[in-house]
């Protein structure tokens, strides 16, 4: 900043007793004895609906991704098998 130029905004300074804007987001409140009550809203059954399709749709990802990777390492499983019985095969005729 050039000398001579003012700031165009004064830095605010928040007390360290202060909680800041996150302090209004907590549902928790405490009472004159120091104890925290925390407070739960009911769902409504438009969000328990909503949470158990998410659930759902999470569930169904992981299961295509775990047949994807299935399907990927089931040739070369099968490969390798069969690879092993000729070798077998083959270590079984020169031996004669």
Do not use: C
Not at 10 to 33: L, M, N, S
Not at 53 to 72: T, Y
Request: hydrophobic fraction near 55%; proline fraction near 7%; avoid cysteine.
């Amino acid at each position: 900043m050039p000398q001579g130029d003012e700031p165009r905004a004064e830095p605010e300074i928040i007390p360290p007793d202060r909680a800041g804007r996150d302090k209004h987001r907590k549902r928790t409140f405490t009472d004159a004895y120091g104890n925290e009550r925390i407070y739960v809203a009911q769902v409504s059954p438009v969000g328990s609906i909503l949470v158990v399709l998410v659930a759902a749709i999470l569930l169904a990802v992981m299961l295509v991704l775990l047949l994807g990777a299935l399907m990927i390492w089931l040739p070369v499983l099968v490969f390798f098998v069969a690879g092993a019985f000729i070798v077998a095969i083959v270590r079984a005729y020169f031996k004669r």
